[in-house]
DNA sequence: CTGAATCCACGGCGATACTG
DNA sequence: CAGTATCGCCGTGGATTCAG
């Protein structure tokens, strides 16, 4: 398989990839510790994430080695030209998701 | 949390949707025995799958009392609004994703 | 402050066997 | 032909703990 939708799906379908990469969309360069506070519930996770998408080369991550130690992350222009088929999802996840919800409450009261 | 992106993500990203779905867009309505044998490897999950775009509108089933029983499913116009802004992501894979690898083989020679 | 490593529980996936 | 039911496994998410 590993057609490249699957992959790119299987990339940004992770639960912290979204919320991720829109914080560092709506705010440009943030510590780690900005990150964290701004996605609430991420704990640890945090790690994972951010190193995964440093690793596809859509996060960009800067080591400043003062004390105590500094690290900033931001959006890669490849991370960046992801946005745009993105934020198609999110207007149509915004205004056809309750039609979703209409049709599975629909489907539940004729079901059990 | 919940928010309209975070599932539509859920469901979009789920392994069979996105293969079920490019299927009934280009062969329009298709039998249960056809879907299956355009979609390599899917087994029994796709009864799953395609009951889960059933109950969220996306995908209309119809069934046919002969002998023996004859079932078909196809987009419903929600679920066929949902083509574009999958395409889009479909499109941005295909011209991005040989980058992602190139920063993955990267990074991983940096590292180990 | 940043991040690595580990443990655990849950859920999804695939395979198998069986029904109308 | 078109499902339904069930089961073991593995991966993932979450929390905790330790380290630079």
Redesign the pocket.
């Known amino acids: 398989m590993s057609c490249p939708s699957r992959r790119l799906l ?1 990339t940004i ?4 990839v979204g919320l991720t990469i829109a914080a560092l969309d709506t705010d440009g360069r943030l ?6 506070a701004r996605i609430e ?11 995964n998408l440093e690793r596809d080369g859509l996060v960009a ?1 800067t ?1 400043t080695p003062s004390v ?6 931001e959006l890669t222009p490849l991370g960046e030209s992801l946005l745009e088929p993105i934020c198609r999802l999110k207007e149509w996840a915004e205004a056809h998701m309750a039609e979703v919800d209409a049709a599975r409450a629909e489907y539940d009261r004729r079901r059990g």
Chains 1, 2 share one sequence.
């Open positions: 299987d379908g992770d639960k912290w510590r780690f510790s900005e990150l964290a519930g991420v704990s640890q996770k945090l790690t994972q994430t951010l190193r991550r080591v105590p130690v500094r690290v900033d992350y």
